[in-house]
């Protein structure tokens, strides 16, 4: 069920790495860029290597990013901790979409070892339009491991049930993150953005290793550091869908900017939802994973194997002519 058949010594050919440095913890791994990150101490002291692998052909269907550590292949949405530091609120944030790109990449729920992959629209991948003035994304996109938005609970501050993701996170530093980039976030408020009668939080963060980071840790300081940015978030949330020839999104709390305090509660109840999703007999979605505790769990082998059976990489494709245009929407009056 969970691939588990490709078990056997397979050689993975045709990747293209990208290596990082990257903490290893008795749970699963987490990780950061080369950079000297100014962040808490969390009594890990073991550094190993950390690689990205991408399979297939960017911007394609048969693309794939992989994530792995010393041990093997690893599933980014189960493997790698929430925490960095729980009680200074340190959280691992996985980058989906680099600041500035339009391809709509995600981690896929339902692939076993959870790679990243372009989401798909009527059978092409799907980029998001560039609604002016804006280009791509406004921020580095992605979500925090080991969180889940139950599809099955109402939450009761927006009526509406969970979208069945990890919880989605935006990061407003300086630097562009590359995509699988795995890298360590506090956060400073949300957003309960409402989209297809789904809850779909939206929480935004900022990386600890940012030079403003001492001084922004809540949304009146990200206004006094980032003039224009939070009404601009919203602006874009609302409308991003527009282009396509849906409707504007709408948000609980009136589209009020939640503060952090309120944002911990919430991960915490995402995370609780998928402690309870890895226990699960019968899941929907793909729990295959080395984390302690895991229902279904692999083998460096299996997961070897996984990856191998992908296509090898290649050259990316071109990006389509559509993304050289800028769409008008009608500002909103939140």
Request: include cysteine; hydrophobic fraction near 35%; charge should be negative.
């Amino acid at each position: 069920m969970f691939a588990d058949i490709f078990l056997g010594a397979l050689t993975v050919m045709g990747i293209v790495s990208i290596t990082q440095e990257s903490s290893l913890t008795n749970e699963a791994l987490a990780h950061h860029d080369t950079r000297h990150h100014d962040v808490p101490s969390t009594g890990v002291s073991t550094v190993a290597k950390y690689e990205i692998e991408e399979r297939g052909s960017l911007h394609t269907l048969d693309y794939r990013c992989y994530f792995k550590g010393p041990n093997g292949y690893i599933s980014p949405w189960h493997d790698i901790p929430l925490y960095v530091d729980e009680p200074k609120k340190v959280f691992n944030m996985i980058v989906e979409i680099p600041r500035w790109s339009n391809a709509k990449m995600e981690i896929t729920t339902r692939d076993p070892m959870n790679p990243i992959r372009q989401d798909v629209k009527n059978g092409v991948p799907r980029f998001t339009h560039n609604i002016f003035p804006h280009r791509g994304a406004l921020w580095n996109y992605g979500a925090l491991p080991q969180t889940w938005e139950n599809n099955t609970h109402v939450d009761p501050q927006t009526g509406a049930t969970g979208d069945n993701d990890p919880i989605d996170i935006v990061e407003i530093g300086s630097t562009i993150h590359k995509r699988g980039a795995v890298i360590q976030v506090k956060i400073v408020g949300c957003l309960a953005l409402v989209d297809g009668g789904e809850t779909d939080w939206k929480l935004m963060a900022l990386d600890v290793a940012d030079s403003v980071a001492n001084d922004v840790n809540s949304m009146d300081d990200v206004e006094r550091v980032f003039p224009g940015l939070p009404k601009a978030t919203r602006e874009y949330l609302r409308t991003y869908k527009i282009p396509s020839g849906k409707g504007e999104n709408t948000f609980g709390f009136d589209g009020k900017f939640m503060d952090a305090a309120f944002c911990h509660e919430v991960i915490e109840e995402t995370h609780s939802f998928w402690k309870k999703l890895m226990k699960e007999t019968k899941p929907h979605l793909n729990t295959l994973a080395q984390v302690d505790g895991a229902r279904y769990k692999t083998t460096s082998a299996a997961a070897a194997a996984i990856v191998a059976a992908t296509p090898a990489a290649r050259p990316a494709a071109d990006l389509p002519l559509d993304l050289q245009r800028w769409h008008y929407i009608t500002e909103s009056k939140l």
